[in-house]
């Protein structure tokens, strides 16, 4: 069973930078997408970011691209996702997940196998 665990949400202003964590066990990741999303109240849960495990490829989305930026250290068996510029339209639960399919990134929530319990960003004006 591959358990997700995320820290590193809080309160910032909105300019400001906050880096998320999502520490994964379970089972080594080698054909898994790590995929991070959020959903704000009354709101759908949204596709943010995700990284192939192998290889490192990342995809974004377009109201995020150029100030998120998502990675994942091998070793420690941990994703992150670096937020930069952050507005008050950020402020959410953001969610890590994993899919365990190997069949390429996805952007819907439904497709992705394990989640973690979620870390909220709230961003001030």
């Known amino acids: 069973q591959v358990q997700l665990v995320e820290s590193g949400g809080g309160l910032v202003q909105a300019g400001g930078s906050l880096r998320l964590s999502c520490v994964v066990s379970?089972?080594?990741?080698?054909?898994?997408?790590m995929g991070w999303f959020r959903q704000a109240p009354r709101k759908e849960r949204a596709f943010v970011a995700a990284i192939r495990w192998s290889g490192g490829s990342t995809y974004y989305a377009d109201d995020v691209k150029g100030r998120f930026t998502i990675s994942r250290d091998n070793a420690k068996n941990t994703v992150y996702l670096q937020m930069n510029s952050l507005k008050p339209e950020d402020t959410a639960g953001y969610y890590c997940?994993?899919?365990?399919?190997?069949?390429?990134?996805?952007?819907?929530?439904?497709?992705?196998?394990?989640w973690g319990q979620g870390t909220q960003v709230t961003v001030s004006s």
């Open positions: 379970g089972r080594t990741l080698d054909n898994y997408v």
């Open positions: 997940a994993a899919d365990r399919s190997g069949a390429g990134v996805k952007t819907s929530p439904r497709l992705y196998d394990y």
